[in-house]
């Protein structure tokens, strides 16, 4: 059997082998990954029950599935880094991430529908599609390709949760003291989510382009 | 948020209004009603008021589902990951997806069958089964108790809507019926794996299906016979992997349900 | 003593009240021109709950004999609670037929035990329309199911149901002649009889 032979890679395959991250870095990150899919998973099932809009309760019920999904992705991608303990590496990325988490979960009440759905879309779910993305650029495209399989997956929700999110806050918001509490309740979030850098802390998009002299 | 909400602080806008199990079950009328021949009481389109009885149904369906979602929603939220697996909380996080879009189709259905959300009444004494601080009775009352009437139910309608030739009634059931077939094979599947090495826990937990089966069974909405609006749909109950002992005994928590509705009704009324 | 006569009197099984009753009887009578001279007798089956309702319209010996469900003037929120909308909704439509059963054009209309079911829904349909036109809240995606619950789930069904929710006078034949447009007229008569709930 005979047959001409091709080059391994084609001409506009241009996936080169370096990347940013080693397996353990890698590990580090789907930990944290794993851990904050997880809290968000909860609370929004928790949520679902809370909340007396409808058409929020509704699109809560299908998000929590997305991200428990999202959990499973990264649950079973730890044992493939070398963790053969998923739990130990399922892990926050510091104690100022708890402490913006425990601040996302904490409304409960009927009326707080406003503050559940900013914690989530406009402040948690953004900084999850920029650890996303950053991991997806800088980690080696054949190397660590199933982590790249996987966050795209991971993305493709994410972009459309935070779509549905967004427009379901658009048309809550519709008084100009709604749109205090929303600002209010994104202001206090965000420096909570400063301080620990990101869901992968410190470096969650990478190094500080001052630094790398970009 | 704290852990455990009590069903009176599930959250609903204006348009729904809660009733009470009691005012049925206590009703004058029941006992009354039940020495006469009102027809079968399994519905078909050639049966009395079938109309208004499939839309009060549908609409019972529909507050079903959303307290059906909000307990798999609290099952993700309430415990620990030391109090339950994570595999188990995954797939409460898959049953809210599939409540969220049986909600979906229940609303689409009641348009179609010219009725309005908040029309009729809500009893939310589906979601008290949910409130279990044990996960493992929690499942047990959820995933088999309320899931296997949601079998019994989702199939009836079916037949109702073969019996109307409505196609798009008997559509929607078929599919909601395959999702509640797989969330009773799941709650029976952690059941055995929770309680594998605890024999006395997994009795408690049957203890309670049994004690939310009597109440589901709704003083005779459920069963076997022409009287039963809602039929035991075994066939399906079997693909769900109940036992036809476990169907014998559901059967017969029915007629004694039944049976106590019909003496508590006569006792309201004072008839003899 | 007035022309209105509702039996029982008073209510015992539910707390509803005679006076108001004969209130919303009198008022849709004179919505609907039923002549002030005719006798309306009013049977409410008051062990009937939601949502076992029914309704019938005949003209028996000059006079108006009604029955209706007690389910029909039950609040659909609260257990065994009048709803005076529910009432004046069906009593309107209730008194629509019997003043039909009063005129030429529905002169040879069987009682109403002997009418199908899918005759009577087109009828009920007829009525519910003309109840909208004279400002009574109707409800015409519920009239449409119940249409096609007896009719069909067809596109000649709901163009039946159109005509129907349009017309302006209709008759006895008219109705029957649309009955035999969906086919309903060629469907095999139930076995279980349409007055089953008044049988005590």
Same mark, same amino acid.
């Given at each position: 059997?005979?047959?001409?032979?091709?080059?391994?890679?084609?001409?506009?395959?241009?996936?080169?082998?370096?990347?940013?991250?080693?397996?353990?870095?890698?590990?580090?990150?789907?930990?944290?990954?794993?851990? @904050?899919?997880?809290?968000?998973?909860? @609370?929004?099932?928790?949520?679902?029950?809370?909340?007396?809009?409808?058409? @929020?309760?509704?699109? *809560?019920?299908?998000?929590?599935?997305?991200?428990?999904?999202?959990?499973?992705?990264?649950?079973?991608?730890?044992?493939?880094?070398?963790?053969?303990?998923?739990?130990?590496?399922?892990?926050?990325?510091?104690?100022?991430?708890?402490?913006?988490?425990?601040?996302?979960?904490?409304?409960?009440?009927?009326?707080?529908?406003?503050?559940?759905?900013?914690?989530?879309?406009?402040?948690?779910?953004?900084? %999850?599609?920029?650890?996303?993305?950053?991991?997806?650029?800088?980690?080696?495209?054949?190397?660590?390709?199933?982590?790249?399989?996987?966050?795209?997956?991971?993305?493709?929700?994410?972009?459309?949760?935070?779509?549905?999110?967004?427009?379901? *806050?658009?048309?809550?918001?519709?008084?100009?003291? %709604? *749109?205090?509490?929303?600002?209010?309740?994104?202001?206090?979030?965000?420096?909570?989510?400063?301080?620990?850098?990101?869901?992968?802390?410190?470096?969650?998009?990478?190094?500080?382009? %001052?630094?790398?002299?970009? | 948020?704290?852990?455990?909400?009590?069903?009176?602080?599930?959250? =609903?806008?204006? &348009?729904?209004?809660?009733?009470?199990?009691?005012?049925?079950?206590?009703?004058?009328?029941?006992? &009354?009603?039940?020495?006469?021949?009102?027809?079968?009481?399994?519905?078909?389109?050639?049966?009395?008021?079938?109309?208004? =009885?499939? &839309?009060?149904?549908?609409?019972?369906?529909?507050?079903?589902?959303?307290? $059906?979602?909000?307990?798999? /929603?609290? +099952?993700?939220?309430?415990?620990?990951?030391?109090?339950?697996?994570?595999?188990?909380?995954?797939?409460?996080? &898959?049953?809210?997806?599939?409540?969220?879009?049986?909600?979906?189709?229940?609303?689409?259905? /009641?348009?179609?069958?010219?009725?309005?959300?908040?029309?009729?009444?809500?009893? +939310?004494?589906?979601?008290?089964?949910?409130?279990?601080?044990?996960?493992?009775?929690?499942? +047990?009352?959820?995933?088999?108790?309320?899931?296997?009437?949601?079998?019994?139910?989702?199939?009836?309608?079916?037949?109702?809507?073969?019996?109307?030739?409505?196609?798009?009634?008997?559509?929607?059931?078929?599919?909601?019926?395959?999702?509640?077939?797989?969330?009773?094979?799941?709650?029976?599947?952690?059941?055995?794996?929770?309680?594998?090495?605890?024999?006395?826990?997994?009795?408690?937990?049957?203890?309670?299906? =049994?004690?939310?089966?009597?109440?589901?069974?709704?003083?005779?909405?459920?069963?076997?016979?022409?009287?039963?609006?809602?039929?035991?749909? =075994?066939?399906?109950?079997?693909? $769900?992997?109940? +036992?036809?002992?476990?169907?014998?005994?559901?059967?017969?928590?029915?007629?004694?349900?039944?049976?106590?509705?019909?003496?508590?009704?006569?006792?309201?009324?004072?008839?003899? | 003593?007035?022309?209105?006569?509702?039996?029982?009197?008073?209510?015992?099984?539910?707390?509803?009240?005679?006076?108001?009753?004969?209130?919303?009887?009198? !008022?849709?009578?004179?919505?609907?021109?039923?002549?002030?001279?005719?006798?309306?007798?009013?049977?409410?089956?008051?062990?009937?709950?939601?949502?076992?309702?029914?309704?019938?319209?005949?003209?028996?010996?000059?006079?108006?004999?009604?029955?209706?469900?007690?389910?029909?003037?039950?609040?659909?929120?609260?257990?065994?609670?009048?709803?005076?909308?529910?009432?004046?909704?069906?009593?309107?439509?209730?008194?629509?037929?019997?003043? #039909?059963?009063?005129?030429?054009?529905?002169?040879?209309?069987?009682?109403?035990?002997?009418?199908?079911?899918? !005759?009577?829904?087109?009828?009920?349909?007829?009525?519910?329309?003309?109840?909208?036109?004279?400002?009574?809240?109707?409800?015409?995606?519920?009239?449409?199911?119940?249409?096609?619950?007896?009719?069909?789930?067809?596109?000649?069904?709901?163009?039946?149901? #159109?005509?129907?929710?349009?017309?302006?006078?209709?008759?006895?034949?008219?109705?029957?002649?649309?009955?035999?447009?969906?086919?309903?007229?060629?469907?095999?008569?139930?076995?279980?009889?349409?007055?089953?709930?008044?049988?005590?």
């Amino acid at each position: 059997m005979s047959g001409t032979a091709r080059a391994p890679f084609a001409p506009w395959d241009r996936r080169e082998l370096p990347g940013l991250f080693s397996v353990e870095e890698s590990a580090r990150r789907v930990g944290n990954y794993k851990w @904050v899919e997880m809290r968000l998973f909860e @609370v929004l099932g928790g949520w679902v029950a809370t909340v007396p809009e409808l058409d @929020v309760k509704l699109v *809560l019920g299908r998000h929590t599935y997305h991200h428990a999904w999202h959990a499973e992705l990264w649950h079973k991608r730890l044992p493939e880094l070398r963790e053969m303990n998923p739990d130990r590496m399922t892990q926050p990325p510091n104690d100022e991430f708890v402490r913006f988490i425990e601040a996302v979960r904490e409304p409960e009440a009927a009326e707080d529908t406003i503050e559940k759905l900013v914690g989530v879309y406009r402040v948690l779910i953004p900084r %999850k599609i920029a650890a996303y993305t950053y991991h997806l650029n800088a980690t080696s495209r054949i190397t660590d390709a199933p982590t790249i399989r996987s966050l795209k997956f991971a993305l493709q929700d994410e972009f459309e949760d935070w779509r549905d999110g967004e427009m379901l *806050l658009q048309s809550l918001i519709d008084t100009p003291e %709604k *749109l205090d509490r929303a600002m209010a309740r994104q202001a206090e979030l965000e420096a909570l989510v400063l301080a620990s850098g990101g869901i992968a802390g410190p470096g969650s998009l990478g190094a500080d382009a %001052k630094e790398s002299g970009r | 948020m704290k852990k455990m909400l009590p069903e009176a602080e599930l959250a =609903r806008d204006e &348009r729904f209004v809660r009733s009470r199990i009691e005012d049925a079950i206590f009703d004058p009328r029941g006992a &009354r009603l039940a020495t006469r021949n009102v027809g079968p009481a399994k519905m078909a389109a050639d049966r009395p008021a079938a109309a208004e =009885r499939s &839309r009060s149904l549908m609409h019972g369906i529909f507050v079903g589902e959303i307290q $059906a979602l909000e307990g798999a /929603g609290r +099952t993700c939220f309430d415990f620990d990951d030391d109090e339950a697996p994570f595999q188990l909380k995954l797939d409460m996080a &898959r049953q809210c997806w599939d409540e969220s879009r049986h909600c979906e189709i229940s609303i689409k259905l /009641g348009e179609h069958m010219g009725s309005e959300i908040g029309e009729y009444s809500e009893s +939310t004494f589906l979601y008290a089964a949910a409130c279990n601080p044990d996960p493992v009775l929690r499942l +047990t009352g959820v995933n088999r108790a309320l899931e296997g009437l949601a079998i019994d139910v989702f199939n009836s309608m079916k037949e109702f809507g073969e019996s109307a030739n409505d196609p798009i009634l008997t559509f929607c059931e078929d599919w909601m019926l395959a999702d509640e077939v797989t969330h009773v094979k799941m709650g029976s599947d952690w059941l055995r794996r929770l309680t594998e090495k605890d024999p006395e826990r997994r009795e408690r937990a049957l203890e309670f299906q =049994r004690t939310v089966d009597k109440i589901f069974s709704l003083g005779g909405f459920r069963g076997e016979s022409e009287e039963n609006p809602i039929q035991l749909a =075994r066939r399906f109950r079997e693909l $769900a992997g109940f +036992t036809d002992a476990e169907n014998d005994e559901i059967a017969e928590i029915a007629r004694q349900a039944q049976a106590e509705a019909q003496a508590m009704s006569e006792a309201a009324q004072g008839v003899d | 003593m007035g022309r209105v006569h509702i039996t029982p009197n008073p209510f015992t099984v539910v707390p509803y009240e005679i006076p108001v009753i004969e209130g919303l009887v009198e !008022e849709a009578a004179a919505l609907v021109g039923f002549p002030s001279d005719v006798e309306i007798d009013l049977e409410i089956d008051e062990d009937l709950p939601h949502p076992l309702v029914g309704t019938a319209s005949d003209v028996v010996g000059g006079r108006a004999v009604l029955w209706m469900s007690g389910g029909n003037l039950e609040d659909t929120h609260r257990t065994r609670q009048f709803s005076e909308a529910a009432a004046r909704r069906d009593l309107t439509q209730m008194l629509l037929r019997a003043n #039909d059963r009063l005129s030429e054009g529905f002169a040879s209309a069987p009682p109403d035990v002997d009418l199908t079911l899918a !005759e009577r829904v087109a009828w009920d349909v007829y009525a519910h329309t003309r109840a909208g036109r004279l400002g009574i809240a109707t409800r015409p995606d519920k009239m449409r199911y119940d249409f096609r619950l007896q009719h069909g789930f067809s596109d000649a069904a709901d163009a039946s149901f #159109d005509r129907l929710w349009d017309a302006q006078s209709l008759t006895w034949d008219g109705l029957r002649e649309i009955c035999k447009e969906t086919g309903a007229a060629d469907r095999p008569v139930s076995k279980v009889p349409t007055d089953l709930l008044r049988h005590k």
